[in-house]
């Protein structure tokens, strides 16, 4: 029998009683949990309908009460309206009189003789249904003519000695029932709502000011008019697949439902890990079991095996024979075949020997290098710090002679910033490789960082010991402007660096498949095939043409590095030593804006055009406002993403610029919720943020903002910005 046959039946003896024990469990727990979880939303439910019907039972009994007043029955209602305030003496519950046509004689809310809103179509229909019967009436949700607010109660019809009918109204707000809705050990995710005999919602524990007064989604209300009871499964209006359980109050005739996230219900499937575990342990047994009677088995052939490999050392053959195990018996005639192929393997391990040796070369130039720039920067401060020394012990001896103190002061000042910006260029270099610049991006145009670079070496003399010729076309890229410059410099020092004098630099700028190519030629000492190879890599340096210019061997790294941050990219080129180096830095270009008509606006000469900004920090909220009045804007401000909604909802601005990182909403969802509304799905959106990389920019896009901004903004660019979109 083969050893795949052994390993076959193991692995069958192992899987077969694992997953079906483990689906037999699972399915157990999930039943059993689901079963608990659904018998606690109806105890919830139930408990919520006790509480309600024992809040309004205590109002129909005080109505009761009220009903059978002596004072009442004699007309004389200030009377009764000081009993009324006083049998509601308890928190939440309030007393109304009501004539026939439905008009409040007085309302506990109100002084007595205050004047009342008159009764709408409604109230009317409300109090001839109540005097037409003789028992209490529990309302639906009721908008009060007296507060304006939502409320409940129960009705009696009372009729007085003289022949009137008036009904005695014992009411409370809805926000009273909310208070009453169970709250303890109750999970933050379970919804329990109050629905009255219509399907409106009366009461609601989460969210109540936004759902109160509104009915359910429409399959959610067949349910509660068709007077279900019992476990149903449905979305919510927020979306969510919810389990349901119904109790119906046979007191009120309202419906109470509970809601839990069929997500939460299901959850407990984890717990069946631990049944399945138990299952995994049993099939490993079974495994361990197995793996003994099968080890027996091929203890013999190992053994014959064994003895055979030990000849190989010998350099002996190991004779053939039938170990009555198929795969053993390959083994063997390996084991056979092996004395041939000493020789082989002895070569292998010369090649392999020899590519240790290379490994060691390397590991010592590398050591080399590291020697090379401790020396060179040791070099380097040496320097500034002899002329220094020498000039500091100089001025004790030319005490008095104020021409060479002066002179000597100025070489100490010179020398004292060649060595700050030695120190410099490396923290800065170490920053910069390490990924910790703060890059602050804004539009930047690369021809005029370049001729700005070219001013500064104009300044210094470069053209004086250089020709430097400079071809450029008018391109736009995103970075930062003082790094952009930092790297051109650096190239074009780089050049003249290695260029002797009297050698030319060319610097040539264009676009082309909507890339920024800025190309730095000269025709220096070039670089042979290795030196190119490693040129990018930090502290390599090439043989300086004049020492008085020489670095730490840290620009092309730092460079390198600065172009990958802005999404760039940095290429060396040298047909060889004595021919000349090119570099070529390639940035994303960003699309050319048309420039508008008119000229551009000044302080104070805005389009008037009416602004929301919605920012949480109050410095950048007020400097933002500022700065757009200032500019000619009408400008309001909100200090959070609800407040915007709100305001963007009554003013209507052209424009609103709005943060993405906010304490209550995201302005991602500030944006959805405008443009899914009619009203306000025209007002231009511009997302002004900290959030500047392009996964952040796609998803302004898709939540439906016109612009991105990334913070701080230029006030130009975020004026041209306003009046781009007004436009």
Not at 271 to 298: C, D, E, N, T, W
Not at 432 to 440: A, D, P, Q, Y
Not at 665 to 689: C, F, M
């Amino acid at each position: 029998m083969k050893v795949r046959s052994h390993i076959a039946l193991l692995v069958l003896a192992v899987l077969v009683p694992t997953v079906l024990f483990s689906v037999l469990a699972l399915d157990v727990l999930l039943k059993a949990e689901r079963k608990a979880a659904l018998r606690s939303m109806q105890e919830l439910a139930r408990a919520s309908v006790n509480v309600m019907d024992r809040e309004m039972t205590f109002a129909m009994a005080t109505a009761h009460t009220l009903s059978t007043s002596r004072v009442l029955h004699a007309g004389d209602f200030k009377q009764f309206y000081e009993q009324a305030t006083a049998a509601n003496t308890r928190a939440g519950i309030r007393a109304a009189l009501l004539d026939e046509t439905g008009q409040q004689i007085f309302n506990t809310v109100r002084e007595y003789g205050s004047p009342i809103a008159p009764p709408g179509v409604a109230a009317k229909a409300r109090v001839r249904h109540v005097l037409a019967g003789t028992g209490p009436v529990f309302s639906d949700l009721i908008k009060g003519s007296a507060t304006g607010k939502y409320v409940v109660g129960v009705e009696y019809p009372v009729g007085l000695r003289d022949g009137r009918r008036v009904v005695v109204n014992e009411w409370m707000f809805v926000d009273h029932l909310n208070r009453l809705l169970p709250a303890q050990d109750v999970p933050g995710s379970w919804l329990i709502a109050v629905f009255d005999k219509q399907g409106i919602t009366i009461a609601r524990n989460r969210h109540p000011d936004k759902f109160v007064g509104k009915p359910p989604r429409p399959e959610r209300l067949r349910t509660i008019l068709a007077g279900f009871e019992g476990v149903s499964r449905a979305y919510t209006r927020d979306g969510i697949e919810m389990y349901g359980a119904w109790e119906r109050s046979s007191l009120t005739g309202w419906t109470v439902g509970v809601g839990v996230p069929v997500a939460e219900i299901e959850r407990t499937a984890a717990q069946s890990v631990a049944l399945l575990a138990a299952g995994f342990l049993i099939a490993i047994l079974l495994a361990l079991g197995g793996a003994v009677l099968f080890s027996r088995r091929l203890l013999r052939s190992i053994r014959h095996v064994s003895a055979a490999a030990d000849m190989l050392p010998c350099y002996e053959i190991p004779p053939v024979a039938d170990l009555r195990v198929e795969e053993m018996n390959r083994l063997q005639r390996s084991l056979h075949d092996a004395g041939s192929m000493l020789a082989a393997a002895e070569r292998s391990r010369q090649e392999h020997l020899h590519q240790a040796v290379q490994a060691r070369q390397l590991a010592e130039e590398q050591n080399r290098s590291k020697d090379e720039f401790l020396a060179m920067l040791g070099h380097e401060l040496r320097n500034p710090l002899a002329a220094i020394v020498s000039g500091s012990t100089l001025l004790d001896r030319v005490a008095g002679d104020q021409a060479q103190i002066a002179r000597i002061g100025t070489i100490i000042a010179r020398q004292s910033q060649h060595l700050t910006k030695l120190v410099d260029d490396l923290l800065d270099a170490h920053r910069i490789l390490s990924g910790k610049v703060n890059l602050r991006r804004a539009p930047v145009d690369l021809k005029q960082a370049v001729q700005t670079c070219l001013t500064g070496f104009e300044a210094r003399g470069a053209m004086q010991t250089h020709r430097i010729e400079a071809e450029l076309t008018g391109v736009t890229i995103e970075g930062d402007p003082t790094r952009i410059e930092q790297m051109i410099c650096n190239l074009v020092d780089n050049a003249l660096k290695y260029t002797p004098r009297g050698g030319t630099v060319q610097l040539a700028l264009r676009q082309e498949d909507g890339q920024a190519v800025l190309a730095i030629a000269d025709n220096g000492i070039g670089m042979s095939a290795e030196l190119l190879e490693k040129a990018q890599d930090v502290f390599v340096q090439g043989q300086v043409v004049n020492r008085a210019k020489g670095g730490l061997g840290i620009g092309l790294a730092v460079v390198k590095s600065l172009a990958a941050q802005h999404g760039g990219t940095l290429e060396a080129r040298s047909p060889g030593v004595g021919q000349g180096s090119v570099f070529t830095l390639r940035f994303p270009a960003l699309p050319i804006v048309p420039a508008a008509v008119s000229a551009p606006a000044t302080v104070g000469e805005g389009t008037g055009a009416s602004v929301i900004v919605v920012e949480d920090n109050p410095d950048v909220r007020d400097l933002m406002v500022l700065m757009l009045t200032t500019h000619g804007f009408s400008v309001q401000a909100a200090e959070n993403g609800r407040r915007g909604l709100e305001l963007a909802r009554q003013t209507r601005p052209l424009v609103a610029l709005i943060d993405i990182d906010m304490p209550d909403i995201s302005g991602h969802e500030v944006a959805r919720q405008l443009k899914a509304d009619p009203d306000t799905a025209g007002i231009r959106l511009v997302a002004v943020t900290g959030y500047g990389l392009p996964v952040e920019k796609a998803r302004a896009v898709e939540a439906g903002f016109d612009r991105h901004l990334t913070k701080p903004v230029p006030v130009e660019l975020l004026v041209e910005c306003i009046k781009q979109l007004v436009a």
